[in-house]
């Protein structure tokens, strides 16, 4: 922006110098050559023009040179060699300036003598007779509008004279009529009786009864009253009918015309006192001669700084634009001229054209990384949709891409993934690894054990290759969790061996219970000897068989579980029920609850399966006690329910014996906690939260020793029980 104003600036100021400069030359050659029909005045006009070109001329050829050297200082593209070029093209403008000032100075001293001839001697007194002349025609002038405006005011009454507003506003508008500064009326002691607007400058030492007592010319109704300090003419003339009054006139004159007149007397003194001193008037001419070639000096030296600035603008713009492009910025251009046909054009030309191929590539180029980073977006959101998890491999076995899914599976965070070795997250895959790369194959995979937090998971791990046949290549690494599967795959397994077991079992226990209820009635009066062992043998055989019995129930209700029917139902007061029934078969067992602070708690269950899912609990969490009676002899279970995102979260905590680390394998069947229990009651409880869309979460009890069960029963917006 501040270039932009210097040089519309430079635009307007320069053709207005080389107005002046031309208009004065013009003016001064014209003035010398034509001295007899001259006008004093339009010669010292067109010397203030010489002047003030010299001045603009100067101006010019500072401010360019204080531009130059702050490029310098600030090292600024092209401002050495700008200032070398410079000043070559001002040495070749000065020297022939130079020669011609010289040659002048030496031809005009040939010529001075003819300056002082008659002719000149007569010009000049005919100039002194014109401004005599014209200073005469000047005091007639203010003379006779003195006398008008006197006559004027003359016509006036005493009483106009006594009002001082009428008078002033009559004198403002004589004043306006006639062309005076300043008008006033006085009395015969100077003192002012009225004045118009503009008298600033009164005098106020004027005594009109000294002035017309010691006036020259007696018959002359004014006296003028010299006033060279503020260039007026001033005069004084009594006002005729009104005694001891007088009007006070003056008219501002041009302080040039001033001069002039006076320069042209000087000038007819000077010329005398010239011719008589032609020696001293030869060095003064001589010193007219060498301002004038000043100035051309000044031209030629700023023309040469014009001509190098037009040649090495174009090379500093190169410059500045080449630096503009080695910090990044492709998007400078220079501007030419398309009609210029020279080197320096075609250079800028081919500049322009480097530099727009640049920019156009480097846009090519960002397009085609913002398609690649599309494309890496899109497949980012592709694997997030991925169930399953996806660690994306480099040559150096290093994780550098991870999707959601991975993330869940390993519950951690990407940012302690990329960047570290898949080995270290998975050690038994160097083995597969290797053995791809040695055998070239484009996958494997294994199933690997993973521990995350403190829970086991099975993991199968793909290891597919981006080039197989390449040994530096990355690779993809895909994780499906099947703990789940294994878990159900588990327990379909034992639910068909269930069903076995309780079939091929359950036939011979009737038999053998009947054949021991039979051998104790029959024999128990006729053995008179050990008869305490034959009852405690046949009772051993009886309650075993109960137990083998109940166990075979159990494994039938595992096998054969019923699908849950829906109704509307009301957990709390399911729960109710069940703790009454555990308390009567428990009565030594403390069960508390906050079942008094909630009050709605409606669902669709199937009561029969929750209330059994309760049952188990208490069951298995009376076992745990009575294991714990050593540290805890009175048993204790604390149930809570509450409503957390619209889920009703349902707690059994104990101060049982609490569970083991690999607390997750207690849900699956036939693994117990406790040494009575069979394995499947936790197992029945996991199967019914699944059939109602539920869950099951087993922990230790924070505060104290013991165990927490959470069933979570999620609803639906209604406040119902989402149907399996």
């Not at 002038?141 to 405006?149: N, S, T």
């Not at 210029?340 to 846009?363: A, C, G, H, P, W």
Request: proline share 3%; hydrophobic share 45%.
């Amino acid at each position: 922006m501040m270039s932009l104003s210097i040089n519309s600036l430079k635009r307007t100021f320069i053709p207005f110098t080389f107005f002046f400069c031309f208009s004065s030359a013009i003016g001064i050659f014209y003035s010398i050559h034509n001295t007899a029909d001259s006008n004093p005045l339009t010669v010292w006009i067109f010397l203030f023009f010489g002047l003030l070109s010299f001045l603009l001329l100067l101006f010019l050829i500072l401010f360019e040179l204080s531009r130059l050297f702050l490029n310098i200082r600030k090292n600024t593209a092209g401002s050495k060699l700008r200032s070398k070029i410079i000043g070559v093209f001002a040495t070749i403008a000065i020297m022939p300036v130079l020669i011609v000032a010289i040659l002048a100075v030496i031809f005009f001293e040939r010529g001075i003598e003819a300056w002082f001839s008659k002719r000149v001697q007569t010009a000049l007194e005919k100039s002194a007779a014109i401004a005599d002349n014209y200073a005469e025609e000047i005091k007639k002038k203010v003379e006779g509008d003195a006398l008008f405006i006197s006559l004027k005011l003359s016509n006036y009454s005493s009483a106009n004279f006594n009002n001082r507003l009428q008078l002033n506003h009559a004198l403002n508008n004589l004043a306006i009529e006639r062309g005076a500064n300043e008008l006033a009326v006085i009395n015969l002691n100077g003192n002012i009786i009225s004045a118009s607007k503009n008298s600033f400058f009164l005098p106020n030492n004027i005594s009109p009864s000294n002035i017309f007592a010691s006036r020259k010319d007696k018959s002359s109704p004014l006296v003028f009253i010299n006033d060279n300090k503020n260039n007026n003419l001033s005069v004084i003339t009594p006002i005729v009918g009104h005694f001891g009054l007088y009007l006070y006139f003056s008219r501002y004159l041009d302080p040039v015309m001033i001069y002039n007149l006076k320069s042209v007397k000087k000038a007819v003194n000077d010329y005398s006192a010239a011719k008589k001193n032609s020696d001293e008037s030869k060095i003064t001419f001589t010193m007219v001669f060498l301002s004038v070639a000043l100035i051309l000096l000044l031209l030629a030296v700023w023309l040469g700084m014009a001509f190098a600035n037009s040649l090495i603008d174009p090379i500093s713009s190169l410059i500045s634009a080449s630096e503009s492009v080695s910090a990044g910025n492709l998007k400078v251009r220079i501007s030419s001229h398309k009609k210029k046909t020279d080197e320096i054009s075609s250079l800028i030309y081919s500049f322009n054209k480097m530099v727009k191929q640049l920019y156009d590539q480097r846009k090519d180029l960002v397009t085609a990384n913002e398609q690649i980073d599309n494309r890496r977006r899109f497949t980012e959101s592709v694997l997030t949709g991925v169930k399953s998890g996806v660690l994306g491999i480099d040559a150096e076995d290093r994780v550098f891409l991870v999707n959601k899914s991975a993330l869940e599976l390993l519950e951690n965070d990407a940012s302690n993934l990329i960047g570290f070795r898949i080995f270290d997250l998975f050690p038994s895959l160097i083995k597969v690894v290797e053995d791809v790369r040695e055998l070239k194959l484009s996958f494997g995979e294994e199933q690997i054990d993973y521990f995350v937090k403190g829970k086991k998971k099975k993991f199968i791990v793909r290891v597919s290759f981006e080039n197989y046949k390449s040994l530096n290549s990355g690779y993809v690494v895909t994780i499906e969790n099947i703990t789940e599967l294994i878990k159900i795959q588990r327990a379909a397994a034992w639910s068909d061996i269930a069903k076995r077991i309780a079939h091929e079992i359950k036939n011979p226990l009737t038999p053998i219970q009947l054949s021991a209820d039979r051998l104790k009635h029959k024999y128990l009066n006729k053995i008179s000897e050990e008869k305490n062992v034959f009852i405690s043998c046949i009772d051993t055989i009886i309650r075993q068989v109960s137990t083998i019995h109940r166990m075979v129930n159990e494994f039938s209700t595992f096998a054969e579980m019923p699908r849950p029917i829906f109704q509307k139902i009301s957990l709390k007061q399911i729960i109710i029920g069940s703790i009454g029934m555990n308390k009567l078969a428990n009565q030594k067992l403390l069960i508390t609850s906050n079942l008094d602070k909630i009050k709605n708690t409606t669902l669709k269950a199937d009561p029969n399966l929750i209330n059994q899912a309760l049952n188990n609990l208490f069951k298995n969490s009376i076992n745990a006690i009575n294991e714990n009676k050593k540290i805890n002899k009175a048993g204790k279970i604390h149930i809570e329910l509450n409503k957390k995102n619209a889920s009703y979260l349902l707690d059994f905590i104990d101060n049982g014996t609490g569970f083991p680390d690999n607390k997750e394998y207690l849900l699956e069947p036939y693994i117990s906690r406790s040494k009575k229990g069979s394995g499947i009651g936790l197992a029945v409880v996991k199967k019914i939260m699944e059939d109602h869309k539920g869950s099951i979460e087993l922990s230790n009890n924070p505060k104290v020793q013991g165990a927490r069960v959470r069933l979570i029963f999620p609803l639906n917006k209604k406040n119902e029980q989402i149907k399996a």
